[in-house]
């Protein structure tokens, strides 16, 4: 990995398996908008909502005991969107080797007080 800061790093569960054994999908697209969220709700200084999610590839499960990285980076910002590169990594083994497991685009809108769209400030990314 380059030097970018893990948002996310956290061990899934034998409850998070899906009928193959392996984490269930939905637990993974779970952390990668919590961590997406956490990025861009503090580059928007607010609440912000997951508006779409494009590109998902899942390139390799994770399995129990996996220790689970999410890296969330805003790529760019609109009038009052936020788009954020989120990769997930998979930790495996006695010898720790990681793979990455998942990757996507996550699209955020920031949020005023009424829940309605917010134009975000023009500061850099």
């Known amino acids: 990995m380059d030097k970018r800061r893990v948002t ?11 009928k193959n054994g392996n984490i269930f999908g939905g637990w993974v697209l779970s952390q990668m908008d919590v961590a997406g969220g956490a990025v861009a709700g503090r580059r928007a200084r607010g609440p912000v909502a997951t ?10 499960p994770i399995e129990v005991g996996d220790v689970v990285s999410v890296y969330a980076d805003v790529r760019e910002v609109g009038r ?13 083994g006695a010898a720790g080797e990681e793979h990455k497991v998942t990757e996507a685009v996550y699209i955020f809108v920031a949020l005023d007080e009424n829940l309605q769209p917010r134009a975000l400030e023009n500061d850099k990314v």
């Open 8 to 18: 996310i790093r956290t061990v899934p569960q034998p409850s998070d398996l899906n």
């Open 51 to 60: 508006v779409a999610v494009e590109g998902m590839k899942f390139h390799r």
């Open 80 to 92: 009052t969107s936020i788009t954020v590169d989120i990769e997930v990594f998979a930790e495996r």
